[in-house]
């Protein structure tokens, strides 16, 4: 079905965010959180492209033993590059700042987030520390990894003081977002909307600023720690100074486990909503998947430990680290059962975005299972520091949070810009991902059971079949995301014009025009139901 402009009573085409102001300037200074998702989707791809070409030459290198394209030293920077910017500058203010910037206020019924002049200066402050990070880039690169470990990174001749610069800037991005959605979700939401009739988009989003707000302040103060240290010489992580390597592990870790869930929870809001609408059935257990999310945040805490069961801490730490990390399984399992038993004797449409969310239960209930390989002290011990880890992280990173934000861009892409996209091409993008990231991944498990160890630019001959194919499997992968780009901008231009709501769903931010009007609604919705009521109107 193919529709008309909204018009107004006059029959002149409706006021919507993209056309309310012209000129880039009322682009830079907009205090619209619609156009400051747009903002934000524009910089997290270009960092996810910058990400993805790194990959792919790392990829190359290793397509045979010896060197193919580059020395040591160069992998080892196109390596740090590559993780930093992907988990920094990407994967992180992905969904949260992107999309969650866009619906968030939506799904509320509101006219904006709390503190619009704050969001506005969390996307420069992104811009600010991106161009930091990226200065690394220019200037010779960065070869410490990305987690940038003592002692190497306070020794390294390399730019280190620069990135870890923009990740501290970055940090301050993240936090304003976090502030912004806490307060917008307390105070903002429409009459009616109770808390039990959240979108659990929204509760996966408050879980994740609550994250946001707590955990990166500890980043934030471990690099600054970093940058006095080899800018003055004070000895915190140096053991040459009477620092403790190991103490910087610990600060790091107690950020970024917390930050795997800042990844990984807006995810998983995505697929909640994605199989609400596209199985027009009331996801089962509501109340548990909404308390889930804030537990997931809670224990996401208490499980830093599980990435040091080798770094020399007591057998009591690494046992107490160990059973954390599998009770934390439990509220991500719950999430998954309870996704499933909705797909059971629902009407089930196999959209596009659909196709994700089938495709995110399946990578990341391996992603998860594997992590429980990982929480066993016997068997980490063999497994730590191989390939099994790089597949493992890639499967929940890129195979949950990636997978779930492409699958969201997709839901959410006809709202965004009143147009629809191919479904044919769709598909095709789909099966590409799907297939090339298996092809990719599932081999590096293998290879890590066998004991490749992972950040090596060399290796045995007799893994060089393996590698092979999971560098065609990384082909394949990005000739999918390229599809996918290339068909999602010519839908901005040909895609056919689409109503306010094309995939039959339940939430508020359908109930506006598409593209939304410039204060999100004409009049202020009033709630009289529950999010996922696909029987009667929820306004």
């Keep these: 079905m193919s529709y008309s402009p909204a018009v107004d009573d006059n029959g002149l085409p409706s006021p919507n965010y993209l056309s309310s102001e012209k000129g880039l300037w009322s682009w830079l200074s907009t205090l619209d959180h619609k156009r400051i998702g747009i903002l934000y989707l524009i910089g997290i791809t270009i960092a996810f492209f910058l990400g ?10 290793l397509f045979f033993p010896g060197q193919q394209l580059v020395g040591p030293d160069t992998y080892n920077k196109l390596f740090t590059l590559h993780g930093a910017v992907m988990v920094f500058l990407f994967i992180i203010p992905s969904i949260p700042a992107a999309l969650g910037n866009f619906v968030l206020p939506l799904q509320l019924g509101a006219k904006d987030v709390a503190f619009p002049r704050l969001n506005l200066a969390s996307w420069y402050i992104y811009v600010a520390g991106s161009l930091f990070a990226l200065y690394a880039l220019v200037t010779g690169g960065v070869d410490t990894g990305w987690t940038f470990y003592t002692p190497y990174s306070t020794s390294s001749n390399t730019a280190v003081i620069s990135i870890t610069t923009g990740a501290f800037i970055l940090g301050f991005s993240s936090i304003f977002t976090g502030m912004n959605f806490i307060v917008t979700i307390h105070k903002l939401r429409a009459p009616g909307m109770t808390w039990d009739r959240l979108p659990l988009m929204v509760w996966a989003l408050y879980g994740t600023a609550l994250i946001q707000v707590l955990a990166t302040p500890v980043l934030a103060i471990t690099l600054a720690l970093l940058i006095m240290e080899r800018t003055l010489g004070v000895g915190i992580f140096d053991p040459a100074m009477g620092g403790d390597p190991v103490l910087f592990q610990h600060f790091f870790w107690f950020y970024s486990h917390p930050a795997v869930y800042i990844m990984i929870l807006p995810g998983m809001g995505i697929i909640s909503e994605l199989i609400a609408a596209f199985s027009k ?3 089962v257990g509501y109340k548990f998947v909404a308390g889930s999310s804030l537990a997931i945040a809670l224990l996401g805490f208490l499980v830093w430990g599980h990435h040091m069961f080798t770094s020399g801490q007591s057998e009591l730490a690494s046992a107490i680290f160990s059973f954390l990390t599998f009770f934390v399984a439990i509220p991500s399992a719950i999430k998954v059962f309870n996704w499933t038993a909705t797909l059971y004797k629902g009407r089930i449409s196999l959209e596009v975005p659909m196709l994700y969310a089938l495709g995110f239960l399946f990578l990341f209930a391996i992603g998860g299972l594997t992590g429980l390989f990982l929480g066993t002290l016997s068997v980490d011990i063999h497994l730590h520091d191989t390939y099994f880890i790089v597949a493992h992280f890639h499967y929940v990173m890129m195979g949950g949070t990636v997978i779930a934000l492409i699958g969201g861009i997709h839901y959410w892409w006809p709202k965004m810009f009143g147009r629809m996209y191919s479904q044919f091409w769709g598909v095709v993008g789909f099966i590409l991902v799907f297939v090339g990231f298996n092809v990719t991944f599932f081999s590096q498990f293998i290879m890590g059971s066998q004991g490749m160890p992972r950040r090596y630019w060399d290796y045995l001959p007799q893994f060089q079949r393996i590698h092979g194919i999971s560098t065609v499997g990384a082909m394949i992968l990005g000739t999918g995301l390229f599809i996918i780009a290339i068909y999602l901008i010519a839908s901005l231009r040909r895609g056919t014009i689409v109503g306010p709501n094309p995939w039959g769903a339940s939430t508020l931010e359908w ?6 009007h410039p204060h999100n609604f004409e009049n202020q919705p009033v ?6 009521d696909f029987n009667k109107p929820r306004v």
Excluded: D
């Excluded at 709630?527 to 996922?532: E, H, K, L, Q, S």
């Design 527 to 532: 709630v009289t139901g529950g999010p996922y």
């Design 511 to 516: 109930e506006t025009t598409s593209p939304p």
């Design 52 to 61: 993805g070409v790194f990959a792919l030459l790392l990829r190359l290198e």
């Design 281 to 283: 059935r009331e996801i």
